[in-house]
């Protein structure tokens, strides 16, 4: 599996400044409406229940044409219900590869045309085409590069950082590419691990952290402020 999306866009966007980045995503212009999220869910959709407080409380201008669940009993498929949130079912099992899987997955998010799709508490891996390339987020609740990867989500991240006894940790939103959790990354916040914290403990600070990178990272990407070279992502003051 290659590192990054298969990029095969010819087209490049060159700033006055000389800046070279692909034309499509992130934008290059603020988008100056509400910004379209895709949200993808494996589970509980407490990532998806932020977004909409957010929205409510006036920090996230966002519509949300499309939530996608991996699994008919997530239970944030009620929560989408329950905001009049369009969801659809799409599992891996009904699938012969993870290429079929994605191809399903972002053929419905084209027909939506979501500016963005957010990976929360999707726990599948896909493969990205390359007209997502930098429009797929995720968030980790840990701090990429440590505690990451196949096997390292949810509670396990956080038990696995007690165990190593570590005195801080938090949490990463960052672009996704193809191997989990490794794309450019976009916010961290870190928290402190403090004595006798249990692995709930530590995750309900590590999700308060969540609670304000996610829609930040978002606000970004919307106006315009993030620029990918690489693996990196720089944060412009402004929009060039
Ligand atoms: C988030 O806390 C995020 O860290 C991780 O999944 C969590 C959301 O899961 N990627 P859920 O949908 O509430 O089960």
């Avoid at 060159?14 to 290059?28: I, K, N, Q």
């Avoid at 914290?197 to 990178?213: G, H, I, K």
Wanted: with cysteine.
């Amino acid at each position: 599996m290659p590192d990054t999306p298969d990029d095969s866009r010819a087209e490049e966007w060159v700033s006055e400044t000389g800046d070279v980045r692909p034309l499509l995503a992130p934008p290059v212009t603020p988008l100056g409406r509400p910004i379209r999220l895709g949200v993808l869910i494996s589970g509980g959709g407490s990532t998806l229940a932020n977004f909409l407080r957010c929205r409510g409380e006036g920090l996230l201008d966002a519509e949300f044409p499309l939530v996608i669940a991996s699994r008919p009993d997530c239970g944030g498929l009620q929560i989408a219900k329950n905001a009049g949130i369009r969801a659809e079912v799409v599992s891996l099992k009904d699938f012969n590869s993870t290429d079929e899987f994605s191809e399903r997955i972002f053929s419905l998010l084209r027909e939506v045309q979501v500016d963005l799709v957010t990976l929360a508490g999707f726990l599948c891996l896909v493969r990205i085409p390359s007209d997502f390339a930098n429009r797929v987020m995720n968030i980790h609740p840990g701090l990429i590069p440590s505690f990451c990867g196949k096997g390292l989500y949810g509670m396990k991240v956080h038990e696995a950082v007690l165990a190593r006894g570590c005195k801080v940790s938090g949490c990463t939103v960052h672009f996704a590419d193809n191997v989990y959790d490794h794309g450019p990354i976009i916010v961290q916040k870190a928290v402190p691990v403090l004595e006798g914290d249990t692995p709930q403990t530590l995750a309900a600070r590590v999700f308060e952290a969540e609670c304000q990178a996610y829609p930040e990272a978002i606000r970004l990407f919307a106006n315009a402020r993030l620029i990918v070279t690489g693996s990196c992502v720089r944060i412009l003051e402004q929009p060039l």
